[in-house]
């Protein structure tokens, strides 16, 4: 079962503009997190809200969590090409982590 | 060097054979995991371990079989039972459900 899911399937912007990319579960959650993946790679853990916060910041990432409505969102500002990758939120789902669809963010020089 | 790690990075297998992926860890971590993920896909779950000498079923079980003996190895081993083998393997580890590290990854195909 996969409890997010993540739109849109794919993102194309320049170096410079905002990301934003967005999750919707489907279930109650105690925390959603956000990671991301190069291709061919391993996932890297970028950030983690919890249910009862509503935004969160680190570096050039803001995530926000809507639990009325089941979603969240993570914007990438003044993004760089190096920031190219897959972006995957996670929810926890009784004793394990169930992975959305993600979203493949190119970024153009 | 702390981390996880997965060999082999690309990985064959013959009709009828069975496989088997390594996952070690050497982060002290008591949970391990194995997703399996199709080209464009998100992660599916096919198992987990939340302790030495146990382990349950995640959703996509059927066709894979695992071990875990010893608290930094949890190795996968796809039999031939599971018809459609080709993926992208990938394993983590954690101490939390609050943070996951992943290692590399390994493709597998079928000759």
């Known amino acids: 079962s996969q409890q997010g899911e993540e739109d849109p399937q794919a993102l194309s912007i320049q170096e410079g503009e905002n990301a934003t990319m967005n999750c919707s579960y489907k279930t109650s959650i105690n925390n959603l997190q956000w990671y991301r993946q190069n291709s061919g790679r391993g996932l890297v853990h970028l950030i983690l809200i919890r249910s009862n916060e509503r935004e969160k910041h680190s570096g050039r990432l803001r995530v926000t969590l809507d639990t009325s409505k089941k979603s969240s969102s993570l914007l990438i500002t003044a993004s760089r090409a190096a920031d190219t990758a897959s972006y995957f939120c996670a929810t926890d789902d009784t004793d394990k982590l169930i992975f959305g669809t993600g979203t493949r963010l190119q970024v153009f020089p | 060097d702390g981390g996880i790690t997965q060999s082999p990075k690309y990985l064959f297998r013959k009709e009828g054979q069975n496989v088997t992926l390594s996952c070690e860890q050497n982060?002290?971590?008591?949970?391990m995991y194995w997703y399996r993920q199709d080209p464009g896909q998100g992660l599916r779950l096919i198992y987990y371990?939340?302790?030495?000498?146990?382990?349950q079923k995640g959703d996509i079980a059927e066709g894979y079989s695992v071990s875990r003996e010893k608290k930094e190895s949890f190795p996968l081993t796809v039999t031939s039972a599971q018809k459609n083998p080709t993926a992208f393997y990938l394993c983590a580890s954690s101490n939390s459900w609050e943070k996951l590290f992943f290692g590399s990854g390994t493709q597998l195909s079928v000759l």
């Open positions: 982060l002290n971590h008591d949970a």
């Open positions: 371990s939340q302790i030495v000498n146990d382990f």
